[in-house]
């Protein structure tokens, strides 16, 4: 008898959707990349759409869903959306606070504080069948995790550890901050809950926030700048007197509230770098702490993570470099938009036994053929090369042409100083562009970073740019200690750059030496044959990979999506499988 669907789905911050059936996972997507609103709230009715539609299933196909998270504060945001919606807009600076923010914002925090109770859990699920009702689900079970245990069992299931130390952090979600368990034979246990009144996510949320940036979604910029500062000596940082570590549990005297009022006064003695390396000095110091003790506790030597705060790639560096460590494994899809995935390998745990899952790569999400490329080329009016265009509307700057080996055609652009936009097969889960929604170009031009932010990314000049190479050459480009590629492959952390190689690496090293990789085997066979193209040319399998996206919007997913973005930047070229479109009204930068 084969496994039963199970629909997972998360309608918070990054909400989506995922699908999984025994120990496949089979369709996974966010909001943000259908509704096209950056880290979309709300129920993600489309994501939901676009499962069943890839699955070919039906409501009535579907015995089990998989929701997450039921304390009063995500209840409370359920039953009036409104609430989240303005928060959503103010986070994303799209509507100015009002007088009344900083009172919104202490009962922001201190309510969400609170843990799950009867009355919160019963009102979600009420709420949750609700709207799945309106998608026709009638006869299913829907069973609901905890915020954390989902975090934790993606992170653990996918790990392919059999024994380890499972570690989550992130703001705060059903009363917790993070929590710490065991994974032994495919049983987990928890050891330690971690209270939401301390949370290092909030910590450095806070930071984002007072340094005039986006909380949850620019704490990486927080991070880049701390390059940048003049180192500070711990006794000297006062950042690191309000929290620390105590016992399995993180400790500070300030609550939410109180700790941004003393962030806030110190941050008026700093310049902004500085106060950025103070903090993440903090960041790691407090996590490598906790890290280190609930290790000798468990007596474990492996750990796998999962939580926002395991969005931040020094960290993760450091705790894989600490002598107690022996492998270190990041859930891909960290933070929040990881929590369907979460939930429903939870559930799926619960109802079947199942507990592990090979991750192979992140091409989870939908794909669309040679058709659909035809269809949005031929409704813009782009015409064949050598062809004259029927439509002299603003379409004929574009020209497309099939070509027989994209693969060498790309690498020869790219050696020759283009940027090319790249768009081929499923589009990945997670943060990160991985090789089938990328923007691509030379790894060893430092001027190629001012062209990128020049012509779509506009971002902060501190942010650095990610590399993808060949499996095989990272050991010859990059220190990888302990560590194994394919253990991490997906950006999810850093490694030092050689000094040898920090010339072939100039467009994608950071100012501290690292560099931030994904590792690519055989999963994308595509992909792989343009870095072995590029490795024929440079000496080396990398190139320069960033997100097809402008900065602040969510990746492209459509055909209409890359060829809009293709005229709205004056990039050149966009490949989409077998087919070139060339800009014809390119910029010359």
Known sequence: MKSEYILGIWDGHDAGAALIRGDEIIFAINEERLSRRKLEVGMPRLSIDACMQYAGLKPEDIKTVAASTTDPAKTLTRVFPSLKEQYYLIRRRKKAPDRLDFFKKIFK???????????????????????????????????????????????????????????????????????????????????????????????????????????????????????????????????????????????????????????????????????????QRALERNVLALTSKALRATRMRKIAVAGGVFSNIKTNMKIAHLPEVDGVYVFPHMGDGGLALGAAMAVNYDVTGQYQYRLKDLYLGPAYGLADIMAALEKTGTHEAGTAGDDQGAADDLIWQRIENPAEAAADLIMAGEIILWYRGRMEIGPRALGNRSILA???????????????????????????????????????????????????????????????????????????????????????????????????????????????????????????????????YLFMEDVLVENLDAKNL
């Not at 975090?151 to 705060?172: I, P, Q, R, Y």
């Not at 560099?515 to 000496?539: H, I, M, T, W, Y």
Request: glycine share 6%; proline share 6%.
């Open 109 to 279: 925090y201190r309510f969400t504080e609170l843990p799950p109770n009867f009355a919160s859990r019963a009102v979600s699920r009420r709420w949750l069948r609700t709207q799945l009702g309106s998608f026709g689900f009638r006869d299913y079970e829907l069973r609901m995790t905890d915020h954390h245990r989902s975090h934790a069992t993606a992170a653990a299931f996918c790990s392919g550890f059999n024994e380890s130390l499972v570690m989550t952090l992130d703001g705060v979600g059903d009363g917790l901050s993070g929590s710490l368990w065991t994974l032994k034979n495919g049983s987990m246990e928890l050891v330690k809950s971690l209270p939401a009144t301390t949370s290092l996510g909030v910590f450095f949320e806070h930071v984002t926030n007072l340094m005039n940036m986006r909380e949850l979604e620019d704490e990486g910029k927080v991070m880049a700048l701390a390059n940048y500062a003049y180192p500070i000596a711990d006794e000297e940082n006062p950042l690191l007197e309000l929290m620390g570590t105590k016992d399995l549990q993180l400790s500070s005297n300030l609550r939410s509230t109180e700790l941004f009022r003393e962030l806030k006064k110190i941050l008026w003695r700093y310049p902004s770098e500085q106060f950025a390396y103070m903090a």
């Open 442 to 572: 030379r790894p060893d031009d430092p001027r190629m970073k001012d062209r990128l932010n020049l012509l779509l990314k506009k971002r902060v000049w501190y942010q650095p740019f990610c590399p993808s190479m060949l499996t095989e050459d990272a050991p010859s480009l990059l220190q990888i200690g302990k560590g194994r590629p394919e253990d991490n492959p997906f950006m999810t952390t850093a490694f030092p750059v050689r000094v040898e190689k920090r010339g072939i690496m100039g467009a994608v090293i950071n100012v501290d030496g690292t560099c931030r990789p994904q590792f690519v085997g055989d999963e994308n066979p595509a992909f792989r044959e343009l870095l072995s193209a590029v490795k024929s040319r440079l000496g080396y399998g990398v190139l320069l990979n960033t997100s097809f996206n402008i900065h602040g919007e969510p990746v492209v997913c459509t055909p209409d999506e890359a060829i809009a973005m293709l005229k709205a930047t004056g990039i050149r």
